[in-house]
C-alpha cells in the first residue's frame, strides 16, 4: 500500500506539472500499473510513479558518464553491499563513483566494467565483507540467504545506534537484545516495517538500515561540527 510520505510526494509532484490534468493522471496510473487511484498502488509501484511524475516535472536526474556508473552483471549486489557498508559507517560516501575507487583498488582495473567478471566481482564482494566484518562487527551467514544477511545488516547497525546513543531505549538500562527484539520492531513500524521482526522481508531490514544508518551519520555528523 502506498505509504502518506509517498501520497504527499505525488500530489506534490503533480502541482508541479504544467497543464497536467486529472485526467491525463487517471489515464497515467491506468496504463502503466492499470489502477484508478494511487492508493491502490503497492510501495514499489508507487515509487515508480514518483519517478515518472519527476521525469514530468522536469526534475531529471543528473546525467553521469559511464565511467562513473557501476555496470554490469555483479553491480546490484556490489551496490547494495556499499550501501550497507554506508549505514554502517564503514565508508563516507555511497556513490557510485567511490564504489568503483574501491574496486580499482580491489582489481587493479579502473574501469566499472571489472563488474562483468565474477573473480574480479568476488574480490570486491569480499573485500567489503570482510571490512564490514572487521570495522563493524558483521557475522555473514554461511549460506548465500539474503534476508539472513540484510537482518545482520541491520542489526549491525542498530547496534552502532545503541553504543552512539542515536537510539534510546523506552526503558532505561536495558541491553541492546533487549532494546533490539522490543524497541526496535516499534521502529520499523513507524518506518512502514511490518509491526514485527518474523513478518520481515529483504526489503524490510534494508528499511530499517537505512533509516538507523542516516540516523547514525546525522549523530556523527553533528558531533564533527561540535568538536571543530
Known amino acids: 500500500m502506498t505509504t502518506a510520505a509517498q501520497t504527499r510526494a505525488i500530489h506534490a509532484l503533480l502541482r508541479q506539472i504544467p497543464h497536467y490534468t486529472d ?9 502503466e500499473f492499470r489502477v484508478s487511484s494511487s492508493s491502490l498502488l503497492s510501495q514499489a509501484q508507487a515509487a515508480k510513479l514518483i519517478e515518472v511524475l519527476k521525469a514530468l516535472a522536469g ?8 565511467s562513473e556508473t557501476v555496470s554490469g552483471p555483479y553491480a546490484g549486489k556490489l551496490r547494495a553491499l556499499w550501501i550497507s557498508a554506508y ?3 564503514v565508508v563516507d560516501s555511497r556513490d557510485d563513483r567511490a564504489l568503483i575507487a574501491f574496486a580499482e583498488r580491489q582489481t587493479k582495473i579502473a574501469h566499472p566494467r571489472f563488474l562483468q567478471d ?5 574480490k570486491v564482494i569480499e573485500a567489503l565483507k570482510a571490512m564490514m566484518t572487521r570495522e563493524a562487527g558483521v557475522e555473514w551467514p554461511e549460506s548465500d ?8 545488516i541491520a542489526y549491525c547497525v542498530a547496534r552502532k545506534c545503541f553504543d552512539a546513543g542515536v537510539f534510546t531505549p523506552f526503558i532505561k538500562g ?5 532494546t533490539w527484539a522490543a524497541d ?3 521502529f520499523g513500524y513507524r518506518c512502514g516495517c511490518p509491526a514485527g521482526f518474523e513478518y520481515y522481508a529483504a526489503e524490510h531490514w534494508d ?3 537505512n533509516r538507523l544508518g542516516a540516523r547514525l551519520r546525522a549523530k556523527r555528523s553533528k558531533a564533527k561540527k561540535e568538536a571543530a
Open 23 to 31: 485526467d491525463d493522471y487517471r489515464a497515467l496510473l491506468k496504463r
Open 174 to 178: 536495558k541491553s541492546f537484545d533487549e
Open 118 to 122: 565474477h573473480r574480479d566481482a568476488k
Open 184 to 186: 526496535f520492531p516499534a
Open 59 to 66: 526534475q531529471h536526474p543528473q546525467i553521469r558518464r559511464a
Open 145 to 152: 540467504d539474503v534476508d539472513v544477511a540484510k537482518r545482520e
Open 207 to 209: 528499511r530499517l538500515a
Open 87 to 89: 549505514n554502517l559507517g
